[in-house]
């Protein structure tokens, strides 16, 4: 084992490369009984052969989180579960995009959805398409449309 990572709750996580550096992000659900905590953002540093906290994101019940290259820009989403019990069809899922001469991650933009638990990327002919998933709706039904497919276009930058 390389190392143990502190988290809170954690769901899910990714790890991918972006200009030659290693990243791992974590989806962070919970702290005690508390939803809104920070997920985390950890950079491989190959002098001390660890990753370190190179940066958090509020997040709500953070269920999962996926990387994707689109159109030359690297993005980062977050699937907000929100509370264990109840979700609000209003819950944002911070959408990041990867600026590079400031090195971090920058909001641009959410995904809203009920519940979301579940996070997929895939390209076909040239097309991105996000697939996010939700266990449940706001009024608790675990049936319905509950998953949404999104087709994945460039970023403004801002």
């Given at each position: 084992m390389l190392q143990s990572l502190p988290t809170a709750g954690a769901?899910?996580?990714?790890?991918?490369?972006?200009?030659?550096?290693?990243?791992?992000?974590?989806?962070?659900?919970q702290l005690g009984d508390q939803y809104d905590t920070n997920s985390t953002i950890w950079r491989y540093d190959?002098?001390?052969d660890r990753f370190l906290l190179h940066q958090s994101v509020p997040t709500r019940g953070a269920h999962d989180v996926r990387h994707a290259h689109v159109e030359g820009e690297d993005l980062l989403v977050f699937a907000n579960r929100?509370?264990?019990d109840s979700c609000s069809g209003d819950e944002r899922s911070p959408v990041l995009a990867w600026r590079a001469g400031r090195q971090r991650w920058e909001e641009a933009g959410h995904l809203t959805g009920e519940c979301l638990t579940g996070l997929a990327y895939g390209v076909v002919g040239g097309a991105?398409?996000?697939?996010a998933t939700g266990d449940s709706n706001a009024t608790g039904s675990f049936e319905g449309p509950l998953t949404h497919v999104y087709r994945v276009s460039h970023v403004t930058r801002r």
């Open positions: 769901h899910g996580g990714a790890c991918f490369t972006v200009g030659g550096s290693l990243f791992l992000a974590v989806a962070n659900a190959m002098h001390v929100g509370e264990k991105g398409y996000l697939v």
